[in-house]
């Protein structure tokens, strides 16, 4: 049981992080229908924007979260603008394409930029962890887990009270609609792509400093990110925040319960069994995003 | 002329051993023809039945690690069961492995054809990290990252004539070429027939071809099941000639690259996963000297994107445009030319 429980509370420290990284491939897949394969690369230039402000420029750690967060942010913008808005008539697969050729070169620029060697986030964290009981959590996965669920916070916010929001919630509906009625639909996806990658990069910051940082790091957590989007429905932010929590959790049961060396495979186990006997997700009511 | 040209780039394809003595460039073109192995067949569901599968390294590798172990041996437990496999010879093992590959390419091709487009998609890179996972992990059947070593040469059995075991570069280079040529033309035969025309007809417009009569999830099951079975020959022969796999050969990478091969040369065109499987094949080898890997991958992704946004069909279809220009620009030159230039951007 304590066992369990410990389990249980590792899940929850991830699912946070997940959870960003599904509500940003979400919004992207949901609103432009773009499949984001350079989302894992987001996620990746975030740890390493965290190592180039924390480690190599010895500067605050906590100035390196924002700074990757914006970075990436800015990063998505400059991607949409230089490969999507020219693709916007193009079909779906083509512009998988377009995203896979992207996803390849900022991989492999990081390697370039970083060598293959993984590196070391240091925190300004006590090594210790905190011992409650039969449980112990490190103090950085609690403060991971604060930030996590405050970006989850923030994204609600924006999507649900702002103008910027319901703009794109309606152009989630209605592209054709929404710009009839006054709603600047390039702007939009600029924002939308900015928002998903700088949710990606901020996931990434996260949980650089708990694992290693390596240039192959995003691929993985891509893959996670389509397994979250489709356990939780196209567009459902909602949705995207319990499947980042489910997706943890069953890897932490598969990893302590079954083998460590299958922690990976449970994301695409749920995957295609998601798909094979509800593709509309867990959640779904209709399509909308919120 | 135009029954000219095959003859003549069958017989370079065949003399080639004879007057290339470089035995590294000669190892590139028998790798590079089993990637076009590969291509050609992902090519058939790519560009014919218009499903983009990104986990048909999986096919790949299943043949290659069926093969393998076909020919090596295992003794494995299974749920409680002892399952003991001598040695069989190498190619029954090219034919098991193209078994296994199709088998899978019917149970995926059942499951994942119930979804579409991005869906697919996902589900199929799912299949191919899981069998890779599986292949890492599974370390008794596997050795996992230890690798499957010591992989012996096919041995063709010749009657009245005895038996001959591919030991040397030249022997492989000969059979990668003619295992080539039967799935070129296993697949110019499917796509012009009445079964292509099928294909064809569901990749542009599904609903319609549904409404006429074409059962679609049957002819896409068809070339899943034929595109799977060639891509696990192709990991076979490549497994054989290495000598060695490990599960590094599920990585998505290699899947990649057989996209832009196909890509590149032109999805839906029978010389167009050659086309882009040369330019990818010998890409490297020239680049060598001049780029570290890293860099020539950030080459290669650009292009790819580049291909995508200048020439969305791909290098063929646009030789041929041209060349078609050419041919009648030597009658009326200057409306031809003004004629090649109206190519559109974005297309299917």
Do not use: C
Not at chain 2, 18 to 41: C, N, P, R
Not at chain 2, 186 to 201: D, E, H, T
């Amino acid at each position: 049981m304590d066992q369990f429980l410990q389990h249980l509370l590792n899940a929850v420290m991830l699912g946070g992080t997940y959870a960003l990284l599904g509500i940003g491939l979400t919004l992207i897949f949901g609103i432009m229908r773009v499949v984001n394969f350079a989302h894992g690369e987001l996620y990746a230039f975030g740890a390493y924007t965290v190592y180039l402000v924390a480690a190599a420029l010895g500067l605050n750690f906590f100035l390196g979260l924002v700074v990757a967060v914006i970075a990436g942010a800015l990063l998505g913008a400059l991607i949409e603008i230089l490969l999507l808005r020219p693709m916007r008539s193009a079909d779906i697969d083509t512009v998988m394409l377009v995203m896979i050729g992207a996803w390849i070169v900022m991989q492999n620029t990081e390697l370039l930029l970083w060598g293959g060697v993984a590196k070391a986030i240091i925190t300004p964290f006590p090594d210790a962890p905190l011992v409650i009981g039969p449980v112990s959590i490190s103090w950085l996965r609690l403060f991971v887990l604060a930030a996590a669920l405050l970006l989850i916070g923030a994204s609600y916010v924006l999507i649900h009270r702002t103008k910027l929001g319901k703009a794109m919630r309606a152009t989630f509906q209605d592209a054709d609609t929404a710009a009839l009625m006054g709603v600047n639909i390039k702007g939009i996806f600029t924002a939308t792509f900015a928002i998903g990658s700088g949710l990606a990069a901020a996931a990434g910051a996260l949980l650089g400093p708990v694992f290693l940082v390596t240039p192959t790091m995003g691929d993985l957590a891509a893959l996670k990110a389509f397994a979250i989007v489709i356990l939780g429905g196209l567009g459902n932010i909602s949705g995207a925040t319990i499947g980042g929590f489910i997706l943890a959790f069953v890897e932490e049961i598969g990893a302590g319960y079954i083998s460590s060396g299958y922690r990976d495979a449970m994301g695409f186990l749920i995957i295609i069994v998601v798909l094979l006997f509800r593709p509309t997700g867990l959640f779904a009511r209709a399509e909308r995003v919120g | 002329m135009k029954r000219a040209l095959p003859a003549f780039w069958l017989i370079i394809l065949l003399t080639i051993p004879l007057w290339l003595q470089d035995q590294y460039i000669l190892h590139i073109l028998i790798t590079t023809g089993i990637f076009i192995i590969a291509a050609m067949s992902l090519n058939l569901l790519l560009g014919y039945t218009g499903q983009l599968s990104l986990g048909h390294v999986a096919f790949f590798g299943i043949g290659a690690y069926a093969s393998a172990l076909t020919t090596l041996g295992f003794d494995v437990e299974v749920f409680g069961f002892r399952v003991v496999h001598q040695p069989w010879p190498a190619i029954v093992g090219l034919f098991v492995g193209m078994v296994a590959a199709g088998i899978s390419g019917y149970v995926i091709g059942r499951l994942s054809f119930k979804v579409r487009g991005a869906y697919f998609v996902i589900v199929t890179i799912s299949f191919a990290e899981v069998t890779r996972l599986i292949a890492l992990n599974w370390v008794e059947l596997t050795q996992g990252p230890l690798a499957l070593t010591n992989i012996p040469p096919y041995t063709l059995a010749f009657p009245g004539l005895g038996d001959y075991t591919l030991w040397n570069k030249t022997a492989y280079y000969y059979l990668v070429v003619a295992v080539g040529l039967v799935a070129y033309l296993v697949i110019a035969r499917l796509v012009g027939s009445r079964i292509g025309r099928a294909m064809i007809a569901l990749k542009e417009n599904e609903t319609l071809a549904g409404s006429v009569g074409i059962d679609v999830t049957r002819y896409l099951v068809l070339a899943a099941v034929v595109s799977a079975a060639m891509a696990g020959g192709a990991g076979s022969l490549y497994a054989h000639y290495l000598k060695i796999i490990d599960p590094d050969i599920f990585l998505f990478i290699y899947t990649v690259t057989m996209v832009i091969m196909v890509i590149t040369g032109g999805k839906g065109t029978l010389a167009g996963p050659i086309v882009g499987g040369i330019i990818f094949g010998f890409l490297p080898v020239i680049l060598r000297p001049f780029a570290a890997p890293a860099v020539q991958w950030i080459l290669y992704g650009g292009l790819m994107i580049a291909i995508v946004f200048v020439l969305p069909q791909g290098i063929v279809p646009a030789l041929e445009r041209s060349i078609a220009n050419w041919a009648s620009s030597t009658r009326k030159p200057a409306r031809a030319m003004a004629a090649g230039n109206t190519e559109s951007r974005g297309g299917p």
